[in-house]
């Protein structure tokens, strides 16, 4: 396995439980001894328990699935705690900052021992960001924010990217937050990483039918399935498409693609139509309109990249 971050990038490492994810990034913050290879972090050498008494780089900070807090000091402490060496007035100013983001202002007096687990969760999160590093980790460490809580949090963290010259390395199993938050994304299957890019790459042109699953919703047509007028006929081999780059129209004229109605469901976001094509291939399409159903259905295929 071989990968590098620049100063700036938001990588997302996206693939199924088991297949090496938070092992890599335990590596990567100095956690677990290599076997084989290395790890440099600005041009030195990354070592492992191994070779430091005191496991982790001073330079990253891990927020895992096991968020590490102080039990016997209450948020505010916690986030302070980060902050030695630093006036009290930056102290005041940053941790005041932190509670606030993280929605943790009103639990700041009270002991990290006697928070829920989703508000110990929080108190790693914002111990991370006290004194934001050159490279952030983060292992999933999600899982108990609830969506505003989320995105607000990595509004905050996309902006003091560059402004810290820093960069993050997301782990995580849902494509969901791989696209809408990193700028990078690598898939990771059976411990090795099957494909790195652009977000909008990975996303509307995998490598292979595991990564296009693995991202998400995804149809995969013989060119033969398309009209005779369409340039994806022309292709003369198997076009993927995701469900969102299909636009309806009222009739043939212009559609790339005929299909026949079979049913649609409401995901909360869109509908999602399936459809057949002519051979008897079932396709899934997304429609901000609920669909009527009609025998025939005429679509236009946007090609995003």
């Known amino acids: ?32 001894d290599l076997e084989s290879g290395e790890i440099s972090f600005n041009n030195l050498k990354v070592l492992g328990p191994a070779f430091n008494l005191m496991p982790g780089h001073p330079d990253m900070k891990l927020v895992s699935q096991d ?8 948020v505010e402490e916690n986030i302070k705690d980060i902050l030695i060496g630093h006036t009290d007035e930056y102290k005041e100013q940053r941790s005041a900052k932190l509670l606030k983001l993280l929605d ?16 110990k969760q929080r108190v790693a999160i914002a111990r991370a960001l006290a004194h934001f590093p050159k490279l952030l980790l983060l292992d999933e ?12 949090l990595f509004d905050f963290i996309i902006r003091e990217v ?8 997301l782990i995580t199993h849902q494509a969901e937050e791989a696209l809408k938050y ?17 977000k909008e790459e990975v996303y509307y042109k995998p490598k292979n039918a595991k990564i296009a699953k693995i991202m998400g919703d995804y149809n995969i047509l013989a060119a033969g399935e398309f009209e005779s007028s369409s340039s994806f006929r022309k292709k003369n081999k198997k076009v993927l498409l995701r469900p969102n780059q299909f636009h309806f129209l009222e009739n043939k004229k212009g559609a790339d693609l005929v299909v026949n109605y079979i049913n649609h469901f409401f995901n909360g976001k869109c509908f999602e139509v399936l459809a057949q094509t002519r051979s008897g291939q ?20 946007n090609s995003f990249i």
């Open 141 to 152: 460490p999600f899982s108990n924010l609830d969506k505003i809580l989320k995105d607000k």
């Open 1 to 32: 396995m071989s990968l590098q971050v620049n100063e700036g990038d938001i990588l997302a490492l996206l693939g199924p439980s088991g297949g090496g994810k938070t092992t890599l990034i335990k590596c990567i913050y100095g956690l677990e």
């Open 182 to 198: 990193a700028d990078k994304v690598g898939v990771i299957v059976d411990g090795k990483i099957a494909q790195m890019a652009k």
């Open 162 to 169: 560059p402004k810290k010259h820093s960069s993050v390395i």
């Open 104 to 119: 943790l202002a009103a639990l700041k007096h009270l002991k990290a021992k006697n928070l829920s687990s989703g508000q």
């Open 67 to 74: 968020y590490y807090v102080l039990d016997n000091h209450s």
């Open 282 to 301: 079932q396709i899934i399409v997304y429609s901000s309109e609920t669909p009527v159903p009609e025998n025939s259905i005429f679509l236009k295929i």
